[in-house]
């Protein structure tokens, strides 16, 4: 493998994307949202469980996995309240990060530079078809995961400043974040990536591809619909278990993607 | 006689039905300029691509300086060096970011790659917009700039497709001076794909003109000419006041005549180069004294038009009297 390539071709990428509104406002506007707003929400819970009476709060706790039931005994509503938002049903709504920020710079990589008319020209360089590939996974993957390990240094802090009066102690970091973080948000960028290699062999435009790729969010707003229903939560083992079928699902559209990803295919595109 | 630099054996591309390249037999020297031409959808980028390797052939095969390019194609792409038909160059990076990248792409030694930029934007007259955006620059800076892109490595061949493609006289003169220079200058082989035929008639040592996927004649220009134009203009020169009886002296003779737009001159069309001699005779014998006479070489484009059985524009003919 020829490094000096692949760092070229990231950097290629990478100078390209932070000029493309298009990919760079998502990737800017989601983790803003997630990381500071909505942390910042919780400062009004105990406004909004005031106005609520405690049958809602019940009914909706009753409503959780009895595992994640568990975790809130002993709370008061309002910390029950903050525990439950912070903790466990942002944990599905964070994936989403790692997962658009690669499908989008993924979309520019791949379909982008065909749009460009830039593909050419690259396959005309002494580069092989492996560091070629491993160029463009690197370039989507390795700001996908940056931007996760700063989102969550940055929800640690507001999150842990909103819950503060609540709670009176630190809930972040917090082992099942770490988990989430570090095991499962790679292998959701990665989710984002492979399934954008396959998109672009159809996608004739970065719009067609942003938008089909984005489907690739559904399984995320199932996995957070799961947990409101009380079909599951949460917890260590599930996210370590979610982490694992997430790297498989990468590893076989990964052997996918690379099947069709050959110059003499990529130029037959153009 | 030098080595062959590229050497293609019955070559041949289809995309399902269509035939894009068909049984391509040709061998181009080192530092020949070899013009390949052809309508557009001839085949000519196909061509191009399966000599770098990106393109696999249906049929045959190539050696490109001595490799197979779907073998060795990564090697052979660093001794080779492609302007694509499009500049192909990143709009939103700048002139300077568009050869830095792309030098470390090539594998340019790492200490030589500014030395190795800034020689090329001084060369190609870029430099004092090397740190503006390429998306800004005019067709012709955009062209040169891709063209300083292909030569980052210094290739041992350079592919040009179309270069001048979209261009503006001056600019057009611009890449050709270009070519020239770094071709005769440096010693580069340059395998020229272009339909402009008079880009070709300058630049080129030998020409391959293909049609519908397959290569239909091969040769210099001149070789060409000769072989595939066989009517020729003939310039005689005069006296003033011979005009009329050498031009009714040649029409009795069986020859098509006319005069020409200079005083004392007939223009003779339709000739074939071994008839000369007679109709010099004819105007001996009619007692008109001859001053001059210039067979008018054919060009690329007579060549061009012969092979697809078209009537190029006529040139410098007046009247004419059969």
Known sequence: MNWRAIQALMRKDLKVVVQNKGVIVPIILLPLILFIVIPALVLFIPSATASANSTDLAQLLAMVAPGLRDQLVG????????????????????????????????????????????????????????????????????????????GYLIYTVTADLA?????????????????????????????????????????????????????????????????????????????????LVLWIIDAVLLFYGRRTFHRSELIARL | MTDPVIVASDLGRRFGETVAVSQLELTVQAGEVFGFLGHNGAGKTTTIRMMNGILTPTTGSARVLGLDPMVDGTQLRSRTGVLTETPSLDERLTGRDNLTIYADLYRVPKDEVQARVDELLTGFDLIDRADDKAGGYSKGMKQRLALARTLLH????????????????????????????????????????????????????????????????????????????????????????????????????????????QAGTILV?????????????????????IYGVTPQEPTLEDVYFALHGEEPVQHNQAEVIQ
């Open chain 2, 154 to 261: 210094k290739p041992e061949i350079l592919f040009l497709d179309e270069p001048t493609s979209g261009l503006d006289p001056v600019a057009a003169r611009q890449v050709h001076e270009m070519i020239l220079q770094t071709t005769r200058q440096q010693g580069h082989t340059v395998f020229l794909c272009t339909h402009n035929l008079v880009e070709a008639q300058r630049l080129c040592d030998r020409v391959g003109v293909m049609e519908h996927g397959k290569l239909v004649a091969l040769g210099s220009p001149r070789d060409l000419a000769r072989q595939l134009v066989t009517n020729l203009t003939v310039d005689f020169e005069v006296d003033a006041s011979s005009v009329p009886g050498a031009l009714q002296a040649l029409t009795a003779g069986g020859v098509t005549a006319s005069a020409g737009q």
């Open chain 1, 163 to 243: 819950a503060a009066q609540i709670m009176g102690r630190a809930l972040f970091p917090n082992p099942l974040w770490n988990v989430l973080v570090l095991w499962v948000a790679p292998a959701a960028a990665g989710l984002g990536l492979t399934s954008m290699m396959l998109v672009s062999v159809r996608a004739k435009t970065f719009q067609d591809a942003y938008q089909t790729g984005s489907l690739v969010v559904l399984p995320i707003v199932l996995l957070l619909i799961g947990q409101i229903t009380g079909v599951l939560y949460f917890n260590i083992w599930l996210t370590l278990a979610l982490g």
């Open chain 1, 75 to 150: 709370l008061t509503p309002d910390q029950a309240g903050v525990v439950f938002f912070l903790v466990y049903m942002m944990a599905p709504l964070f994936l989403i990060v790692p997962l658009m920020v690669s499908n989008v710079i993924a979309a520019d990589s791949f379909v982008g530079e065909r749009e460009r008319k830039t593909l050419e020209a690259l396959l005309y360089t002494p580069t092989t078809d492996g560091e070629l590939l491993a160029g463009k996974i690197l370039s989507a993957l390795v700001p996908a995961v940056v931007v996760s390990l700063v």
């Open chain 2, 269 to 289: 069309s339709g000739a074939a180069r071994e008839q000369i001699p007679d109709q010099v005779s004819l105007l001996v014998n009619a007692g008109i004294r």
